[in-house]
């Protein structure tokens, strides 16, 4: 398969990714929170989900967590493993699962199947797996 047709196939897998993501802040004053895919499909956020998340990130952090959250895909990490990025979002997926680790840096984590499955059960709505390929 050539190259650039393989990029469409990832680009329309990646179709529902939000426009603009939100902040926590934004998102807990709105009275339906929810963003806009690229698709033009509307993605709604659980208010109790918000909720939770605001228990666990200091409110210093709430301008800065964008939602949702994206589990990027890539077979570079391994079968069914995926990455979660930037530190905000690391802290918080660890105080949700535990503090047990795989490759981890302070804004990198690595999560496999059995901890992503954890983390949708959790945060089905406030976090999105996103594709990636192998450059």
């Known amino acids: 398969m050539k190259e650039k047709t393989f990029r469409k196939m990832v680009e329309s897998l990646n179709s529902h990714i939000p426009e603009e993501r939100k902040t926590l802040s934004s998102l807990l004053s709105e009275s339906r929170p929810m963003v806009r895919g690229k698709d ?36 570079e990490y391994g079968r069914g493993a995926g990455r979660i990025v930037g530190k905000i979002n690391c802290d918080l997926v660890k105080k949700i699962l535990g503090e047990r680790y795989y490759y981890e840096r302070d804004d990198e984590i690595i ?13 089905p709505t406030t976090t999105q797996y996103i594709f990636a390929i192998p450059i």
Do not use: Q, T
């Open 40 to 75: 033009g499909s509307i993605h709604v956020f659980k208010k109790k989900e918000l909720d939770k998340i605001a228990e666990i990130v200091p409110k210093g952090d709430y301008d800065r967590l964008l939602l949702p959250i994206y589990i990027e895909m890539n077979s």
């Open 111 to 123: 999560l496999y199947a059995n901890d992503i499955g954890n983390l949708r059960r959790i945060l």
